[in-house]
């Protein structure tokens, strides 16, 4: 069977409008699991910013179509942390999907920034700022919806139409936004110990006040169990936390889980004995969420 070439083609890296100027940069790229681990930098015109993400392709033959899977990382992680952490590489070779491990803000010197771990870069929230000092860099939103994506499509060989999404705390807050609030352009979502009614949470309103100002009906753009109460999301939904979570008070997974009963979503929350918040937990049960997101991007492949 003919493998394909897992470097992309070099001038799918150069933007023909403008020759000589890259659209995109290779930081590195290597080997592992038989697929391709790369990490990439392209100027974003979202976040006015240089940007950097990460993609795992596995390798496949020439003629096969490769659906995508988005991981979406926490408060202070860039893309590094689930792209070595999270162990997802070997199971997403083994079901020929791509991974795209975005970072988390915009980033660089002139970004505003804040001295907390919980606003400003490395916590962006995936959401559009409309307040100052913030609106000018901070369309995370836009970003993952929008930009990256068409990045994504243009450089590798991958079907952004067949996509699934997951993430881990803020990141899984960004993913159920992402599932429910875009209805079915993702196949199935997953998330870990994810943020679930931040409005009514620290873990929320501190952050939709900044961003957002103080208008709480524009936060609710961006709370999964406000959105849920509408959506026509109709893919699977996995959702997994550690009872011995050190933030279970601020994630609020009960208020989605109240919300998507009632509306008869085929929704699956576990409560996993013993784990916390770190990637331990995220490690343990990656190959679970890979083979769910695989049955479900399967279904949609045919």
């Not at 979202?46 to 496949?60: G, N």
């Not at 998330?191 to 309103?205: L, Q, V």
């Not at 169990?225 to 026509?232: L, R």
Request: hydrophobic residues 40%; contains cysteine; neutral net charge.
């Amino acid at each position: 069977m003919k493998k394909r070439n897992l470097l992309p083609k070099k001038d799918l890296y150069f933007n023909k409008s403008r020759p000589g100027k890259k659209v995109m940069e290779i930081i590195s790229e290597n080997k592992m699991f038989e697929g391709l681990q790369g990490v990439y930098r392209h100027n974003s015109s979202a976040l006015k910013c240089e940007m950097t993400f990460a993609v795992f392709m596995p390798s496949l033959p020439q003629d096969m179509q490769i659906p995508v899977l988005w991981f979406l990382s926490g408060l202070t992680c860039t893309h590094e942390n689930a792209m070595l952490k999270a162990g997802a590489q070997k199971f997403a070779q083994e079901h020929n999907i791509a991974v795209i491990f975005p970072d988390t803000s915009p980033r660089g010197t002139n970004i505003p920034d804040d001295d907390a771990y919980d606003l400003g870069q490395g916590a962006g929230f995936y959401l559009n700022a409309t307040q100052s000092p913030w609106k000018k860099n901070y369309k995370m939103w836009d970003y993952l919806v929008l930009e990256l994506p068409s990045v994504i499509e243009k450089n590798f060989s991958v079907n952004i139409s067949k996509q699934s999404v997951m993430g881990h705390s803020m990141g899984g807050h960004g993913a159920l936004l992402m599932a429910l609030r875009l209805n079915n352009q993702f196949k199935s979502v997953s998330a870990f110990a994810p943020i679930c009614n931040p409005m009514k949470s620290d873990w929320g309103r501190k952050q939709f006040s900044a961003y957002l100002g103080n208008d709480e009906s524009l936060w609710e753009n961006y709370d999964a169990s406000v959105i849920a109460q509408k959506t026509n999301f109709s893919g699977p939904i996995l959702i997994d936390t550690g009872s011995n979570d050190q933030f279970l008070n601020l994630l609020s997974v009960d208020s989605l889980s109240k919300v998507l009963k009632k509306r008869g979503l085929d929704a699956n929350f576990r409560m996993n004995d013993g784990y916390d918040h770190s990637y331990y937990f995220i490690a343990t049960f990656m190959e679970e969420h890979i083979n769910f997101h695989a049955a479900a991007l399967s279904k949609n492949l045919t």
